[in-house]
C-alpha cells in the first residue's frame, strides 16, 4: 500500500496541467492509487472517494488561485473515473506486466489499445469548413489591449476615485489619493472578460485612448486608461485548413475515446461519496 503522499504528489503532477488537458483525454493521469477503492465491496465498484474530491479542490485552487467551480470540478473526478476505468481494464489485459506499480504506464497503455481501433467519420470540405466556424474562436486573432490602471487603496469611494480620474485628465484639482500604476500589455479580450467582467470589457472597448476613466470591474471600481486597442482579426480558412483538419480528428478521437471509455465502465458500479459538511 503507497502512502498517503505519494498519492497526493501523483495527484499534484497531474492537476499542474491546464484545465483545458483535462476536457482532452491523454497521457496525463490522476495519480490515486488502488488503495483509495480498498474498501469497495467489489472490484467493480469505484468509488470517488471524499479524500479524492478534497485533494482535486485543493491542489486545484493552489493552481488555479480560485475555487473550482462545480462543473470544473466535475470534469477532474470524471476524468479520475476514466483512468480508474483505463487502469482497471489494463490489468485485466495484462498490461502492467514490466510495469508493475506504474499506474501512469497501464492507462496510457490501455488508452493506446483503445484508440488504435477507432474509425474516424468522414469529413468533406464544406463539413469541415463548417466544423471551422463553429471553432471560429480558436483561429481568430482576438483584440488585444494596452492600458493602464491607476491603483488606490480598496476602500477609496467611487465618488472618490471619479474625483481622481477627473484630476489626472485635468480636470480638476488633484484629490489627494495616493496610487500604484500598473501596466497591462496585449490582453486578449478573453482575458479581460475572466479576470474583470463583461462590463468591464465592454466598457473599456468604448475608452477613448490617453482618458482616465473609473470602469467597473467584478472586484470592484478601477481607474483606467486605454492605450491601445488592436482589433480582433478574422482567420482565413484556407490559410489555416490543415490545422483545422487536425484538430478536428483530434477532437474526434477524443470524443470516441471518451464514448469507449464510457461503455467499458458501464459494467462498474461508480459511486460518490458525500462531502464531510
Not at 493602464?148 to 489619493?177: C, H, W, Y
Not at 470516441?256 to 459494467?267: A, D, F, T
Amino acid at each position: 500500500m503507497k502512502s498517503t503522499s505519494v498519492n497526493s504528489t501523483r495527484l499534484q503532477t497531474a492537476l499542474r496541467e491546464p484545465l483545458l488537458h483535462f476536457l482532452i483525454l491523454g497521457a496525463a493521469v490522476f495519480g490515486i492509487d488502488q488503495w483509495l477503492n480498498a474498501d469497495s465491496s467489489s472490484s467493480r465498484d469505484i468509488v470517488v472517494t471524499a479524500q479524492v474530491q478534497q485533494e482535486a479542490k485543493q491542489i486545484f485552487e493552489a493552481g488555479m488561485k480560485r475555487e473550482p467551480k462545480p462543473e470544473e470540478l466535475k470534469v477532474l473526478l470524471d476524468r479520475w473515473v476514466d483512468n480508474e476505468i483505463l487502469y482497471r481494464e489494463g490489468l485485466q489485459l495484462g498490461l502492467d506486466r514490466g510495469d508493475s506499480g506504474i499506474r501512469d504506464r497501464v492507462i496510457f497503455k490501455t488508452l493506446s489499445v483503445t484508440q488504435a481501433g477507432i474509425v474516424l467519420p468522414e469529413i468533406d470540405e464544406a463539413g469541415l469548413k463548417a466544423w471551422f466556424e463553429s471553432n471560429r474562436d480558436r483561429y481568430d486573432t482576438p483584440a488585444r489591449f494596452d492600458f493602464l490602471e491607476a491603483a488606490v487603496p480598496s476602500d477609496t469611494q467611487l465618488e472618490a476615485m471619479q474625483r481622481f480620474a477627473a484630476a489626472l485628465n485635468g480636470k480638476q484639482d488633484e484629490p489627494g489619493i495616493e496610487s500604484s500604476l500598473r501596466v497591462f500589455r496585449d490582453r486578449p479580450r478573453s482575458n479581460l472578460l475572466q479576470s474583470y467582467g463583461k462590463d468591464f470589457t465592454e466598457a473599456i472597448e468604448q475608452l477613448k485612448p490617453g482618458q482616465w476613466q473609473v470602469l467597473v470591474s467584478n472586484d470592484g471600481p478601477r481607474v483606467i486608461q486605454l492605450e491601445t486597442l488592436k482589433p480582433a482579426v478574422a482567420a482565413d480558412f484556407e490559410a489555416v485548413k490543415v490545422k483545422v483538419y487536425q484538430d478536428w480528428k483530434d477532437e474526434m478521437s477524443s470524443q470516441r475515446s471518451k464514448e469507449l471509455i464510457r461503455e467499458m465502465g458501464k459494467k462498474y458500479k461508480i459511486r460518490q461519496e458525500s462531502l464531510p459538511s
